[in-house]
């Protein structure tokens, strides 16, 4: 399988000067055989400057009329796709150099694998971060290690848009989680492969900046929670997989239900101790509402 051509897609919201680097480190990619969409979802900020960039490259500039949150951002994005293969970038990411040559390359090397991602480093406000053991990615058939975390990064991933159309993209209801939710999806059925550098990691995230949606969203961790409660609810899993997912909805309600009663919140303790009591469908319903009112 030659891979010829790449569609990368970012989605943005304001971070002129974040997006500017962004997509500077894709255009200086040494594999060229990509077409860039970037998704402005309805930005307050002036983006015009990137846009000129963007565009005065031959590449795509897709304006959303209304502000519709990064699922959303990202699936117009694919929509737009015309080769077999997806990228994804968040704004304020950085690619290095090599990061398609290398990953295009050890797809055509692994022709079985439809999904990979690449090792990334972090930086927090501008500082280096040191990731313990248990913060590597992993690799192959990696369900288990999704449910208990987010192991994989937008940022990092390539996946054939097969892949892609066949698990339906980002779930829109998400406004946060919604890379948890469908690599969950993803990983339970498709193993995904880990592509290393000698040159060391190929992307770098930023994070610590104000506008990060996980600073603005109370108990994000509840819609990790009910990712697994759909996930368990929605397909025929084996014995195995059902009790690693009851596992992780159990760990992360016990948590959830002690933040809520410190916060006076009395039905949402009722409704992450169903998670002990095993009501695993009346669970659904409750956090449906808890996490979309």
């Known amino acids: 399988m030659g891979i010829a051509c790449v569609t990368v897609i970012i989605p943005v919201w304001n971070r002129s000067v974040m997006l500017c680097?962004?997509?500077?480190?894709?255009l200086a990619q040494s594999f060229q055989g990509f077409e860039l969409v970037v998704?402005?979802?309805?930005s307050a900020e002036d983006l015009s400057e990137v846009r000129c960039l963007v565009e005065g490259k031959g590449h795509h500039w897709l304006q959303m009329e209304k502000n519709v949150g990064p699922a959303a951002a990202r699936n117009a994005g694919a929509k737009l796709a015309k080769n077999e293969w997806l990228s994804f970038l968040d704004s304020d990411d950085v690619?290095?150099?090599?990061?398609?040559?290398?990953q295009v390359e050890w797809h055509e090397r692994h022709p079985a694998f439809?999904?990979?991602?690449?090792?990334?480093?972090w930086v927090r406000k501008g500082r280096p971060v040191q990731?313990?053991?248990?913060q590597e990615q992993p690799q192959g058939w990696i369900f288990e290690d999704c449910v208990k975390a987010c192991c994989i990064s937008p940022s990092c991933v390539m996946m054939s848009r097969r892949l892609w159309q066949q698990s339906g993209g980002f779930d829109e209801r998400y406004r946060v989680c919604e890379d948890y939710e469908l690599w969950l999806r993803t990983a339970l059925y498709n193993p995904v492969g880990l592509v290393r550098s000698h040159a060391g990691p190929l992307v770098t995230r930023h994070g610590g900046h104000e506008d990060q949606l996980s600073f603005a969203v109370e108990a994000m961790d509840r819609f990790r929670v009910l990712a697994l409660l759909e996930l368990m609810e929605k397909n025929e899993l084996m014995e195995k997989q059902k009790q690693v997912i009851e596992q992780g909805v159990l760990k992360r309600a016990e948590v959830l239900g002690k933040g809520a009663?410190?916060?006076?919140?009395?039905?949402?303790?009722?409704t992450y101790a169903?998670?002990?009591?095993?009501?695993w469908q009346e669970m659904v319903r409750e956090m449906v509402g808890l996490c979309f009112q």
Do not use: F, N, T
């Open 39 to 42: 998704v402005d979802d309805a």
């Open 95 to 102: 690619w290095a150099p090599d990061k398609l040559q290398s």
């Open 21 to 26: 680097r962004a997509v500077e480190s894709v």
């Open 274 to 279: 169903l998670a002990e009591k095993g009501a």
């Open 114 to 121: 439809e999904i990979s991602q690449c090792e990334e480093a």
């Open 131 to 134: 990731k313990k053991s248990y």
């Open 261 to 270: 009663r410190k916060r006076g919140k009395a039905a949402d303790v009722e």
